[in-house]
């Protein structure tokens, strides 16, 4: 089994849970394509949903699978998210932002009712950390943040893509801090949001309902 063949696993089990009528956050990454993916399927067959996308390239991919798209002010509240992640904690706190579409990925989670994480199992970590925690700056604030960071103790990183600077679908920039493995994620990412000109960042703290992994053919579930 490969981890693409987890991914598929988790992402099948997610899409099992949605039913006529629901609305939907669509996450991003490879492991949110699945699930994407699947939707579209089950829309073929003649599943009612409507998806609110968290970036660009999932709109993209749901529009072309026949998801019908709505904003979120056409619909502030959603049913079921699901979406993928970086790193998940024995608390089902999550790093995510490996793709950059943490802030409107966030948003979602908050305006969704449930939030169902789908992973493969290298995912799992005992503390959260080893994946730099990507940080949504204003391109006015970034050097000033990455002083704090450092002031913090940790390192930061502007992140690039294909050898130029990575916009973030709202025209913002991502910053990789490496905070080492993070003994208290609640308190850090209080400590990250009170700092002006960070938008969002990617510790999500008590969001999620259930995470679905993947893992060697099977699939698990943590819930809290
Ligand atoms: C996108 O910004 C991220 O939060 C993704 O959800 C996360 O990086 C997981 O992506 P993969 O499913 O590609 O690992």
Redesign the pocket.
């Known amino acids: 089994m490969s981890a693409d063949d987890d ?1 598929m696993l988790a992402a099948r089990a997610a899409v099992e849970l949605v039913t006529d009528g629901m609305a939907l956050g669509l ?7 699945f699930a994407v993916q699947l939707l579209g399927e089950r829309v073929r067959d003649g599943l009612k949903i409507q998806g609110v996308p ?2 660009e390239s999932t709109e993209k991919l749901a529009k072309s699978v026949g998801i019908p798209i709505v904003t979120l002010a056409q619909c502030p509240r959603l049913d079921l998210d699901i ?4 790193e998940v904690d024995p608390n089902l706190c999550l790093i ?7 802030l409107r ?1 966030k948003i979602v989670a908050f305006a969704s009712r449930r939030v169902v994480i ?2 493969d199992e290298k ?1 799992l970590v005992d503390k959260l950390g080893r994946f730099h925690v ?1 940080i949504e700056v204003i391109p006015f604030a970034c050097g000033s943040i990455q002083k704090t960071i450092i002031e913090m103790g940790a390192n930061s990183t502007v992140r690039e893509r294909d050898g130029r600077v990575f916009q973030t679908d709202e025209n913002n920039l991502i910053l990789d801090c490496d905070f080492g493995l993070i003994a208290d994620p609640r308190s850090l990412a209080r400590k990250l949001s009170l700092i002006p000109g960070v938008v969002e960042h ?1 510790l999500f703290i008590d969001m999620v309902e259930r995470v679905i992994i993947g893992s060697n053919g099977n699939v698990k579930t943590l819930t809290k």
Do not use: F
């Open positions: 991914k996450g991003t990454g490879s492991t949110a394509v968290t970036s979406d993928g992640a970086d995510k932002g490996g793709g950059g579409a943490l990925e789908i992973v995912k990507p990617g």
